[in-house]
């Protein structure tokens, strides 16, 4: 009983310790995805990540990453892709694989992509990371998701 008692205290003061350290304001996590590993990413965080060989394989042979965020119902999603190594081309797929937006070269600077979506219903919805054409490109990249 003591030692469960302990590990109680260790998690709660792990916890506290956790949430204490927590940033208020828009977060980066530089934490990269091994390759065919879904991520999430929340409102108000940017994500790095790399596309490369052994990422998941579109139709056209290209490499993707997949992201997921958890929107509610008629939220408002600003979702931004940012590299210097390949021409940047965002999709956004509904809860079911459905693609409700794509975008390539949108964010105005140069390849970079950008997507403005009003979501209808609450859900966790896809963003798949990709380059422009039909030959794989690869190379680091930033994902930012904000209202």
Not at 67 to 90: C, K, N, P
Not at 99 to 121: F, M, Q, Y
């Amino acid at each position: 009983m003591t030692r469960v008692l302990a590990a109680l205290a260790l998690l709660a003061a792990v916890a506290g310790t956790a949430s204490a350290q927590t940033p208020a304001g828009p977060s980066v996590d530089t934490t990269v995805l091994g390759p065919q590993e879904i991520g999430t990413i929340g409102v108000g965080q940017t994500r790095s990540g790399v596309l490369e060989a052994g990422d998941w394989t579109m139709s056209d042979a290209t490499w993707a990453d997949v992201w997921y965020v958890q929107a509610t119902a008629g939220q408002h999603l600003v979702i931004e892709l940012r590299s210097h190594m390949f021409d940047a081309y965002l999709q956004f797929l509904d809860p079911w694989g459905g693609k409700l937006a794509d975008n390539d070269d949108g964010a105005g600077i140069g390849s970079d992509s950008r997507i403005n979506v009003t979501v209808r219903e609450a859900g966790r919805y896809q963003i798949v990371v990709n380059n422009f054409g039909d030959t794989p490109q690869g190379g680091a990249y930033t994902l930012a998701v904000r209202q």
